[in-house]
């Protein structure tokens, strides 16, 4: 199964945690659709990554995919984009099976490889000399969103194996080797599908970065400000180790919930006073987890 899927299926239980107010979500991930068939990102253009976001909210609410999508991404040229647009145009590629052909999806999954950094990994930016948790994650799941896996898998595994750092977590690149949240997140996900080993003291790391006083997560352990991000991809990687939160559930309940408003989309973070489809996603993402 592919990341997205795999995000997805869980994605699809928080509609029920929110009742009635689903219906308030749908309007407000609907409504930020543009004519052109793109969703919108903060300054209200059509951009691949927010679509990316948007085609899956409307996923885990039960939502057609939107007829007019497929305009939109198809006047794209990969080789024009850079990587993480890249990965997000192949991987919406997959929401629109039998609009797209092969050589399309050929055509932007190739682009990501020309970010293939001299460590087997890939890296956001091109000729890197290492490569990052990030980008391998969306390498990953561009290609395992149309059944296959990346040229030279083993290549990711000794990138992700050079981040990952003694207190159980991983770092997102060796520039700076602090393990983080979400780099972590990335590296159990790929980790779990390339049947690589993960350490038992990896659920302590992610543990440590709960914040108590707010019921979310932190970027890493000491953080000051949890957010909905880390929260989200903090539960998604605990279930994936099988690892119990039950005892702090109700707490992330609490918090999740201060970043949703009566508009329909969450926010962010408590400082954070735009709503978007990325974090909108994110929290359909937690309450998912919540509910398990």
């Not at 993960?198 to 108590?212: G, N, Q, Y």
Request: hydrophobic residues 40%.
């Amino acid at each position: 199964m592919s990341l997205r899927l795999e995000m997805l299926q869980v994605a699809r239980l928080g509609p029920g945690m929110l009742g009635p107010a689903a219906d308030l979500v749908a309007s407000f991930v609907c409504s930020q659709q543009n004519p052109d068939g793109g969703f919108r990102d903060r300054s209200g253009r059509s951009d691949l990554y927010y679509t990316s976001f948007g085609v899956d909210a409307l996923t885990a609410l039960r939502l057609e995919v939107p007829a007019n999508l497929a305009g939109y991404l198809l006047p794209h040229d990969p080789a024009q984009l850079d990587f993480v647009h890249a990965a997000c145009l192949a991987r919406l590629f997959s929401a629109i099976p039998g609009k797209v052909g092969q050589a399309a999806i050929d055509a932007a999954l190739g682009r990501l490889e020309s970010f293939r950094s001299p460590d087997g990994g890939y890296n956001q930016q091109p000729a890197a000399a290492a490569g990052s948790s990030y980008a391998c994650f969306l390498a990953y799941g561009a290609n395992a969103d149309h059944g296959r896996q990346p040229p030279h898998p083993g290549g990711i595994a000794d990138c992700l194996r050079s981040l990952y750092q003694p207190d159980g977590g991983w770092a997102n690149d060796s520039s700076f080797p602090v393990s983080n949240v979400p780099a972590t997140a990335a590296a159990v996900a790929i980790s779990k599908n390339l049947r690589l080993p993960i350490p038992s003291t990896t659920s302590d790391f992610l543990l440590s970065a709960f914040h108590p006083p707010s019921g979310g997560f932190v970027p890493f352990p000491g953080g000051p400000l949890p957010d909905l991000l880390n929260t989200a991809v903090a539960l998604h990687a605990l279930d994936g180790l099988q690892t119990d939160f039950a005892v702090i559930k109700d707490s992330c309940l609490d918090f999740v919930d201060t970043l949703w408003t009566a508009e329909g989309g969450f926010h962010g973070h408590w400082d954070d006073d735009i709503l978007d489809l990325e974090y909108t996603y994110y929290g359909l993402l937690a309450l998912g987890h919540l509910a398990l």
